[in-house]
């Protein structure tokens, strides 16, 4: 057989299996709380490492 060809018979009476008997519990490992953090950088400090970071990626993707 060629490229990309198949055997037709091959595709007949597959078993599909959805998943269903180990499905995931999406609200299994859910976790609720709060989150708090403490820095002596000032809101203009922040911003500007944030820049540079930005410019970093800026300079890596060229």
């Given at each position: 057989?060629?490229?990309?060809?198949?055997?037709?018979?091959?595709?007949?009476?597959?078993?599909?299996?959805?998943g269903?008997?180990?499905?995931?519990?999406?609200?299994?490992?859910a976790?609720?709380?709060?989150?708090?953090?403490?820095?002596?950088?000032?809101?203009?400090?922040?911003?500007d490492?944030?820049?540079?970071?930005?410019d970093?990626?800026?300079?890596?993707?060229?």
């Amino acid at each position: 057989m060629g490229f990309g060809s198949y055997d037709e018979s091959e595709q007949e009476n597959q078993e599909l299996s959805t998943g269903d008997e180990e499905g995931v519990t999406v609200e299994e490992n859910a976790h609720s709380g709060d989150v708090a953090f403490e820095s002596d950088a000032s809101t203009d400090e922040l911003v500007d490492q944030l820049q540079d970071m930005k410019d970093d990626e800026d300079e890596e993707e060229e």
